[in-house]
């Protein structure tokens, strides 16, 4: 058979299941640390238990769910060690997907960058969700433009996560998001002119930035960062 009259196959209930679930941890749908109910969930996506389970075995897998023998599963709740461990890893896979996408698709990468940069001007204070999503196809442009699948997918892997810790830590934070703004911003101008060693610094001291927030939140003492209500 010719290879552009084959059809993909559909997605399995597991695969939409998972889908969801990841989509809801990272909008703020549930708190980090909540636990997760298998039958509630059946009931909502109107399925049997059994995707429900495989779904939530993938997201453990993706860091993004904790299943505890007897106990059942729960969002992902990280240490300030696994938040701090988590900036380091994109730091370093950021920086080399930005020299790679410079080298390879400048301006394909530059449009991609400035096209999330005005989705984040548009929900700067609107909506804080959809500010975080854009923020995050921003630092992912990088490693979409970069040429490298395995960087892409070692940065894929940690995605999720990192998205997460977006909404539930600093997303609502009016004053974070102009500063962020204005930082992303910046890195745009400085990739468009090709002063990647300057670019390098602004990111590592972004993320840095970012790393010290989740530290102060995740080592205050009270109860789980509170959930975002979706309109």
Do not use: W
């Not at 993909?8 to 989509?23: I, K, W, Y």
């Not at 298998?38 to 238990?49: I, P, Q």
């Not at 854009?134 to 996560?161: I, M, V, W």
């Amino acid at each position: 058979m010719r290879d552009g009259m084959r059809l993909e196959a559909p997605r399995s209930l597991t695969e939409m299941v998972a889908a969801r679930l990841e989509q809801a941890i990272v909008d703020g749908e549930f708190r980090l640390g909540e636990a997760i109910s298998e039958e509630m969930l059946a009931k909502s996506f109107g399925v049997s238990r059994t995707p429900v389970r495989d779904a939530l075995t993938a997201l453990q897998r993706a860091g993004l769910v904790v299943i505890l023998p007897k106990r059942g599963s729960f969002v992902f709740r990280p240490t300030t060690e696994d938040a701090a461990a988590l900036c380091e890893y994109r730091l370093v896979l950021e920086r080399e997907g930005l020299r790679l996408s410079h080298q390879l698709a400048p301006a394909q990468a530059l449009a991609a960058m400035n096209g999330a940069i005005a989705e984040m001007e548009q929900s700067l204070l609107a909506d804080a969700v959809a500010y975080g999503r854009a923020d995050t196809r921003f630092h992912q442009t990088s490693l979409d433009y970069c040429g490298n699948p395995y960087l892409s997918e070692g940065y894929r892997l940690a995605s999720g996560k990192v998205s997460a810790l977006r909404t539930h830590l600093t997303a609502h934070v009016d004053e974070r998001r102009v500063i962020s703004l204005g930082e992303h911003r910046r890195m745009a101008e400085l990739f468009a002119k090709g002063k990647l060693d300057t670019l390098f610094d602004l990111l590592a001291e972004h993320i840095a930035r970012t790393r010290q927030v989740y530290e102060e939140i995740l080592s205050a003492p009270g109860p789980a960062p509170r959930r975002i209500t979706l309109s």
